[in-house]
């Protein structure tokens, strides 16, 4: 089935609304094991986008390599934003996200008038002015733009983790699970890169005493509950 290319239609729409500064925010990174979360910020103005551009992950690995370089030059602006493992683990996914998705936006020479965020969830919220768009990386281009230069960038960062830590297989799972991830898990035990609140400490007995849980704020020790729900509705 042939890929749609992605439109300014949204973009179009708020600007019809009043906005003059649209920003588009994709993550990559949120189901890793190992690594940050990074959240990439685009703003592509109207102009018409290079030749193949779409949802990061409908691109080979060549294709993204090469599109990226592209891409830097052809946006109005762009930032990246990170939220380490041990944000995530001692904030959880959702305020992990918004905390790499807010130094994304600082990180532009722009202010942003709206945002458009990939998915059905907004997990940025105010004081930015936010629509969310399911399958946002494959039909605004904006969003595609900020997908391809957030994907790109994480993996060359997992690629270097790579070299300190060769067993895990970085430069080739970048932090996901895989057969080669799972095995240096086993044998070897997380790095100081891994989620220690993650659930696939369940299943390494060896390892599961270094399971970090989640206490929210005032939840009188429930949150590691909390916590648990919330990997599982997100995947972990």
């Known amino acids: 089935m042939p890929i749609v290319p992605p439109t300014h239609s949204v973009e179009r729409s708020l600007r019809r609304a009043g906005a003059r500064t649209v920003v588009g925010l994709d993550e990559v990174g949120r189901g890793a094991w190992a690594g940050p979360v990074t959240v990439g910020a685009a703003v592509t103005g109207l102009r018409r986008p290079p030749e193949g551009l779409t949802d990061s992950k409908l ?3 060549p294709r993204r390599r090469a599109l990226a370089p592209v891409l830097a030059d052809w946006v109005t ?7 380490s493992a041990l944000e995530c683990d001692e904030l959880g996914m959702t305020a992990a996200l918004r905390l790499a ?6 990180a532009l020479p722009v202010e942003p008038d709206a945002v458009i965020l990939d998915g059905k969830h907004d997990y940025l919220g105010g004081p930015w002015r936010v629509r969310t768009v399911i399958k946002g990386d494959q039909s605004c ?11 790109v960038h994480r993996d060359g960062l997992m690629a270097g983790l790579g070299e300190e830590h060769p067993a895990y297989g970085f430069a080739d799972n970048a ?6 991830h799972r095995a240096a ?7 100081e890169h891994h989620r220690l609140s993650w659930s696939y400490l369940d299943g390494l007995p060896r390892w599961r ?3 970090r849980i989640r206490v929210l704020p005032g939840s009188g020790g429930a949150g590691s509950a ?4 919330e990997q599982l509705a997100l995947g972990f």
Request: contains cysteine; charged residues 15%; hydrophobic residues 45%.
């Open 175 to 180: 932090g996901y699970p895989s057969p080669v």
């Open 101 to 106: 998705a807010v130094r994304a936006l600082e």
């Open 226 to 229: 909390e916590a648990a729900g």
């Open 59 to 61: 691109l080979t690995e």
């Open 77 to 83: 602006a762009y930032a990246l934003g990170h939220a």
């Open 185 to 191: 898990l086993e044998e070897l035990g997380p790095t």
């Open 209 to 211: 005493h270094l399971k």
């Open 141 to 151: 281009i904006c969003v595609s733009a900020a997908s391809v230069l957030a994907k």
